[in-house]
């Protein structure tokens, strides 16, 4: 080990660290979703408690991401991409993580259900106990489905807001929820592509290292064509106006054309990419823009 | 408990930077979560009437 890294370690954690373990850059999606999911709802809210709500959720989702963490750290230590977080560093301890994720996983939910409702604060902890143990510790190391199924956490800040909001759950926010659902497998799996190495160092089976690449460039293809038409369905019920009719119908149109390019990239006889992954890693950056917009347009068709 | 007899000069006051750092982070947290239980309670009572 080298001195710098000794030095590090014994000079003990810094508060960035401490923040890195509630992995930041996930939350700005998941706070995103969550505020538009209470925007749109059919409610007038308090602007303080809307904030609060807001705030729980991505207290939620960082504990959630810190527990996370703590339990994976054997394989983070393994993988280029995460050995340098806190805890497999070895600048802040497991025992810390683990009760600083739990900490503020149970006040989230505990200001949740003070400042709005129980059926709010009951998603909210159905979707910390959803991240960290049915995709953390039963799926994550077990199937290559393991995002598909996983995603459904990351798909319920939408339907939180909403429930803050209204005190209910109503097909408006489940259709919400499913598009975030089925926009997870095309997302992370453009991503895994191209980053599969690690996974596959760490026993972690991700679909290119189980089932290779072009059986998962085929589910990134699938997977964009069973979310458009849900995108769509919002419109097509009446829950939204022409805006977001619109704005969904031109970004399924390019999502699919993205998942086109990354099924039809030059490829050898294992389907890896002759290109650098040039498609998946376009797909993957427009995933992401995808559903910044898809819920931006929800907001803004609501006030059009 | 920790060994600071063969720390550098350099090495003690980045010690000192980074639990400074820790510390205000702490004091800016537990702050924030009694401003959010002052804020909400404030906004209950009167919501329901009890505040004035």
């Known amino acids: ?304 | 408990m920790i060994e600071t007899q063969k720390w550098t000069p350099e090495m003690v006051a980045e010690f000192k930077r980074r639990r400074r750092g820790r510390n205000w982070l702490l004091l800016g947290v537990l702050g924030g979560f009694c401003l959010v239980i002052y804020a909400v309670a404030c906004v209950k009572l009167y919501q329901t009437g009890g505040m004035w």
């Open chain 1, 1 to 304: 080990m080298s001195e710098s890294v000794v030095n590090s370690v014994e000079l003990g954690a810094t508060a960035a660290d401490w923040l890195a373990l509630l992995k930041p850059r996930v939350l700005t999606l998941v706070v995103f979703t969550g505020a538009v999911g209470l925007v749109i709802a059919p409610s007038h809210m308090n602007p303080v408690l809307g904030l609060v709500a807001i705030l729980c959720i991505t207290i939620a989702a960082g504990a959630a991401g810190a527990i996370n963490m703590w339990y994976d750290r054997d394989i983070d230590a393994i993988m280029k991409r995460t050995a340098s977080r806190p805890i497999p560093a070895g600048r802040i301890s497991a025992e810390g993580g683990l009760i600083f994720g739990v900490t503020l996983a149970l006040f989230s939910v505990l200001v949740m259900a003070m400042a709005t409702n129980l059926v709010a604060a009951g998603i909210l902890a159905l979707s910390i106990g959803f991240y960290v143990f049915v995709y953390t510790i039963w799926l994550k190391r077990r199937t290559p489905q393991n995002i598909v199924i996983g995603g459904a956490a990351g798909a319920f800040p939408a339907m939180i807001g909403w429930a803050a909001a209204t005190g209910t759950v109503s097909l408006e926010p489940v259709l919400l929820f499913l598009i975030a659902f089925f926009w997870t497998p095309p997302h992370f799996w453009s991503l895994s592509l191209y980053a599969s190495g690690d996974y596959e160092r760490a026993g972690v089976p991700m679909l290119p290292v189980v089932r290779g690449a072009r059986y998962t460039r085929q589910n990134v293809m699938a997977y964009t064509l069973v979310l458009v038409p849900f995108t769509l369905a919002p419109w097509a019920l009446g829950y939204m106006g022409w805006v977001y009719g619109v704005t969904a119908s031109v970004l399924g149109a390019m999502f699919i054309w993205y998942a086109w390019a990354v099924l039809t990239d030059k490829q050898d006889e294992a389907g890896k990419s002759l290109t650098k992954d040039k498609p998946a890693k376009a797909a993957f950056r427009f995933s992401i823009l995808y559903l910044f917009i898809l819920f931006g347009a929800c907001a803004v068709d609501r006030f059009v």
